[in-house]
C-alpha cells in the first residue's frame, strides 16, 4: 500500500467502525464499547505513524490523494497533510480513544447509537482537517453538526432541547453563508469556458476586488467565527457544553471549536488577504475581547462546565490573536494553542465527567476538599488546572507565550510606524494571563481545598481506566510543554506559508 | 564541569519525583533519604561547580547548554545553564540555606500526615529556584519564576482543609500573576529590541554599542513590576505576609531566604540594563525605600510572630531594592546573602518557639522562654542582633553599606533616601528586640496547658538553629560586593562625600542601640510602659495595616465582580446577546403563527384570495401600461 493510502485508512477507519457496529446486536453493550475502541485505537496508530513519517523540509501536501469526483462541477476527492493541519489531526486521533474510554461508564442508554455517532463525528471532523477541496471541507463541515446534535439531543442533560436548537441554529447560520460564499467564490474564478474548481491551490490563486474580498471574508468569517466562537457570536457554547454528556463536550471543547480557527487559519485568512488586512483591526480588537470577556464571565460562573466553556472562549481568543498578527512567533504559537486547548479542556470535561458520575451535579459550591478524599483525583485536576492556566513546562504557557510574544513583537513593529493598536492590545491580552489564574485558582480551590464537602458521598478516587486517560493527555500537556521543538518543526512551513499568503495583496491587475 | 550545571538542577527535581510517587508507598525514612539527599548532592555539586569557577579565577562563567526548547524561524529559545560570580553566590544560598531547611524540617513535620507530600513540594521548589538562578535566558529564568510561585502556592496552601489558608495560597499567586505579567512585557520588550532573551547578551547590547530600540528604562520598570510581586514591594507585597499559613519552615526558606529575594535578583541579573536606565533606577529605589518604611511601621504592632517576621521580610527587601535603585547592586546581593542567614534563623527559631508553644503564635501568650528553650533562645538573639545591625554580626556590614550607598551613590544616592533608610533601620532594630523581649523576657503569659508541654526542639532544628546563627554571627566578614566587583561594578562616590563615611557609620550603630534601648525601655519589666502609650489611632491605622488590603478589596476586587456579573454576564450575554436571539425565535415563530392563520381549510376563503391576489394583478399591469 503506498504512503497516501494510509491518510484514507484513517479518514475511513470510523466509518468502517461504524459498519462493523451495525452487525453488532445492540444488546452486547461491552463488544460494542470494545469494537469502537479497537477502532479509535488503530485511528490512532497509524495517525502516529504518519505524523512520524511527516518530513517538516518538504513543503505542501503530503500522503496526498487526488481523485476526480464531480468532474462538472470541478470537485476533488483530495486530501492530504501539511503543516496545516498535521498537528490537529493529531489530536483528533489522539481524543479519539480517550473520548471513548472516558464513556464506558457514563453512557448506558442506546449504547450503540452512541458509539455510532461518535465515530461519524471523527470521521467528519477528521475529514475536514484534511481535505484540501473546498466543497469536500463543506461536507464534512456541515457533516460535523448533525452527530453532535444527537449527541446533545439524546444523551444531554435537562435543557438539552434548548441548547441543540442554539447550536443548530448559529451553525446552520454560519454554514448557509459559507455556501453562498462558497459557490460564489468558485464562479467568480471559473475560467471562461465554465471550469469550476474547488482545490485549495486553486482557490489561493484568487484575484478579487476588495469589495468582494471582504463580503466573501465576511460570510466566510461569520461561519467560522460561531465555532471558534468569537465574542459576540458565543452564546451558544455555554449552554451546549453544559447540556452535551461528557463525550460530547470533549468532541467539542477538544476538536470542534478548533475547525474554526483552523478555517480561518486555512482558508478565511489566505483567500482573502486584502480583505484581511483591512478587517484586522476589527479580528485584533475581537480576539483581544473574546480573551478578557471569556475570562471574566468564567469568573462569576456557578456551574464547573461554564467556568470551562467560559475559558475556552478565552483561550482560543489568543489563538485568533496569533493567527492576525502574522507574525511568525504568533502563528506557531496559535497552532501550539489549539492543540493545547484541546489537550487541558478535554481533559478537564472529561474530569468534570468523572466527578458528575460520582456525586451527580456541576454545582461548584456543592464541592469542597476533594483533595483529602480524592488525592489522585485532585493531582491530575490540579496539572490541568495549571496547564490551562499556562504555567511554564505545561502546554499552555508554549502556547500563551509564543502568540504573546508573537503579537508584541509584531505590535512593536507597527509601532515604529506610527501604529500603535496592535501593541495596545497585546498589551490588554496579557491581562488574560492574570485573569486566568483568578478564574481556575477560583475553580480549583472551591475544588479541591477547604472544608470536606462530596455530594452522595462517600466515594471512590480514579480507577485504572481513568487513571490511563488522564495519564495519556497530561503527558501530551507535558510533552508540548517541554519539548515544542519538533511539533513546531513539522508546523513551521506552513506557518510561513501563511504569512506569505496573507501579507501578499492579490487585488486583480497587481502583478502576480 | 559544566555540565554539572544541568546536574544541580535536576537532582532536586529527581527527588520531587521520587517523593511525589513513592514517598507515601516508601514510608518516612525513606522521605528523608530521598528529600533531605539531594538537595546535600545539589549542594555538592553546587559547591564543584563554584570551585571549579573560582579555580579559573571566576572571569568565564560556566556555560551549559541542556537543550534547544524551540526554533521559530531565525529565533532560538535554548535551555542553558549558566554560572558566574553573581549565581555562584545565589547557587550557594539556595542549595545550602535550602538544604539546611530540609534538614530541620524533618523534626519540624516530623508529625504530619502529609510528610511525603512537603518534601516533594519542598525539592519542587529547589528545582525551580535554581532554574531561575541557573538560566541563562529570561525564558529559563520566567519559568523558574512562576515555578517557584507554584510551589509557594502549593505550600501556603499546604494545609488546605483550612479554606483560609487555602485562600492565602491563591491569593499569593494572584498577585505574583499581576507582577508576572509585568515581567512578560519586559521580556517581550527585550526581545523586540534585540532578538534574544539572554541575559549576558542583552546586558552586553545595553552596555556598549548603539542604544536599542526599546529604551533602559522601559524594560527596567516593566521587568521591576514582576519584582514587586516575587520580592513583595509596593505595590504588591500584600500577599507576603498572608502566605505566613504555610509551615514555618517554608517561610523561612521561600518566603525569607530564597524566593521573595529573586526580584532582588533579578535587577542584579539585568544591571547591564538598569545602569543605563535612570529613571528606572529612580523607581527602584523609592519603591524600596518606601517599602521598607512603610512595612516596618506595620510590623511594630504586630503580635503573631510570623507576622513581624514577615513585614520584617518585605521591609528589609525594600533595603535591598535601596541598594539596587542606587546601581550598588553587590550590596544588595551582599544583603541577599547575610538576610538569608539571619532571617531563615529568625523563622525557624519562630518555628521551634511554635512547636514548643503546641502551635501558639500570638507574642501576647508567651513570655519567659528564655530559660526553658535555651538553644533557640540563643540563636533567636544572635539572629535578632544580626538583623537589627549590631556590630560586629553580618546585618550590620551589609545594612551599613546599603546606607552608605543610599546616600553617597553618584546614581541616585541623597540624604534624604539615607534618612528614610536608617528611620527603617530603626524601626527595625526596635521592632525585633521588642519581639525578642516579647517572646523570651519577662513573666509567662501562656496558658496553663501550653506551658506544661513547653520543651527545646530536637537536634535535627538545634543544630540547623546553631549553624544558621554562626553564619548570621561571622557571615558579614566575607568582602562579597568586593568580590562580585568585577561583575557588578559599585557606583561612584563623589569625592567630597568621602568624608561622612566614618561619622555615617558611627550612626549605624547608634542607630541600631537606640533601637534596642527603645525596646527595652518600652517592653522590658512585662511591656508596663508600652501599655502606658497612648495612641488609640495610631495603634488602629498600623494595625489594620493602613487598610490596603480592604482598599485592594474594595476598589479592585469587588468592581471586577461587579463588572464581569452584572455587566458582562447579566446586560451582556443574557439581555443583549440570548435576548436578540430569543426574540428574533419568538418573531419569527409569532410570524409563522400569523402565517398559518391563513391556512383555514375554507374553500370560500381560498377563491377570495385567488380573486384578491388576480385584481391587485390586474390593476399593476394596468398602471404599467
Partial sequence: MSDAAWLNVVLFLPVLGTALLLFVPATRESAIRTLTLVAMAAQLVVTGFLY???????????????????????????????????????????????????????????????????????FAMMGAFVAQDLFLFYLFWEAMMIPMFVIIGIWGGERRIYATFKFVLYTAFGSILMLAAMIWLAWSLATPEGALSFAFTDLYQSRLPLSTQVLLLSAFGLSFAIKVPIVPLHTWLPDAHVEAPTAGSVILAGVLLKMGTYGFMKLGFPLFPDATMVLSPLLIALAVVSIVYGACLALVQDDIKKIIAYSSISHLGYVMLGLVCLDLVGVQGAVVQMVSHGLTAAGLFLMVGMIYERCHTRELAAYGGLAKVLPVYSLFFMLLTLASIGLPTTSGFTGEFMVLLGAGTAGWQQYSQGSSFLLASSAVAVTGVVLGAMYMLRFAQGFLFGGERVPHGPVLDLDLREKAILVAIVAAVFWLGLFPAEPLAKTELAAQEYRQLVTTSRLPGNAP | MAHLLTWIVVLPLVGFVLNGLLGNRFGKSFVTVVGCGLPLAAFAAAMACVLDLIAGGAREPLVHVAYTWAVVGDRTFEVAFWLDRLAAVMVLIVTGVGSLIHIYSTGYMHEDRSYARYFAYLNLFLFFMLLLVLGRSLLVLFVGWEGVGLASYLLI????????????????????????????????????????????????????????????????????????????????????????????????????????????????????????????????????????????????????????????????????????????????????????????????????????????????????????????????AVATAAIAGIPPLAGFFSKDEILWYAFASGKGGSPLLWAVAAATALLTAFYMFRLLWLTFFGRSRMSHEVEHHVHESPLSMTAVLTILAALSAIGGFLALPHWLEMQLPLPPVPDALHHFEWPLLVVSVVIAASGLLGAWYFFGNDAARAQRVHAKGLHRLLSAKYYVDECYERWLGRPLVWVSDRLFLNVGDRMLLDGTLNGLARLAQRGAGVLSRIQTGSLHRYVLFVLAGSAVLLLWSIGRV
Avoid at chain 2, 513590576?225 to 509596593?234: L, M
Fill in chain 1, 52 to 122: 512520524a513519517a511527516f518530513d517538516p523540509a518538504t513543503p505542501g501536501l503530503q500522503f496526498a490523494t487526488r481523485l476526480p469526483w464531480i468532474p462538472a462541477w470541478g470537485v476533488t476527492y483530495t486530501i492530504g497533510l501539511d503543516g496545516y493541519n498535521v498537528l490537529l489531526v493529531l489530536l483528533t486521533a489522539f481524543l479519539g480513544p480517550l473520548v471513548v474510554a472516558g464513556a464506558f461508564t457514563a453512557v448506558r442508554r442506546d449504547v450503540k447509537l452512541f458509539y455510532c455517532m461518535v465515530l461519524l463525528i471523527q
Fill in chain 2, 157 to 380: 496552601g499546604f494545609w488546605f482543609e483550612d479554606a483560609e489558608k487555602a485562600r492565602a495560597g491563591k491569593k499569593a499567586f494572584v498577585t505574583n500573576r499581576i507582577g508576572d505579567a509585568g515581567f512578560l512585557l519586559g521580556m517581550f520588550a527585550v526581545f523586540w529590541a534585540l532578538g534574544t532573551l539572554d541575559m549576558d547578551k542583552v546586558n552586553a547590547a545595553y552596555m556598549a554599542g548603539p542604544p536599542p530600540a526599546v529604551a533602559a528604562s522601559v524594560v527596567g520598570v516593566l521587568l521591576f513590576i514582576g519584582a514587586t510581586g516575587k520580592s513583595a514591594q509596593i505595590p504588591l507585597y500584600v500577599w507576603l505576609p498572608d502566605a505566613m499559613a504555610g509551615p514555618t519552615p517554608v517561610s523561612a526558606l521561600i518566603h525569607a531566604a530564597t524566593m521573595v529575594t529573586a526580584g532582588v535578583y533579578l535587577v542584579a541579573r539585568m544591571s547591564g540594563v538598569y545602569m543605563h536606565a535612570e529613571f528606572a533606577s529612580s523607581v527602584v529605589a523609592v519603591i524600596g525605600v518606601a517599602t521598607a518604611f512603610f512595612a516596618a511601621t506595620i510590623a511594630v504592632v504586630q503580635n503573631d510572630i510570623k507576622k513581624v517576621l514577615a513585614y520584617s521580610t518585605v521591609s528589609q527587601l525594600g533595603l535591598m531594592f535601596v541598594a539596587a535603585g542606587v546601581g550598588a547592586y553587590g550590596v544588595a546581593i551582599f544583603h541577599v546573602y547575610t538576610h538569608a542567614f539571619f532571617k531563615a534563623c529568625l523563622f525557624l527559631g519562630a518555628g521551634s518557639v511554635i512547636h514548643a508553644l503546641s502551635g501558639e503564635q500570638d507574642i501576647r501568650r508567651m513570655g519567659g522562654l528564655a530559660k526553658r528553650i535555651p538553644v533557640t533562645f540563643v540563636t533567636f
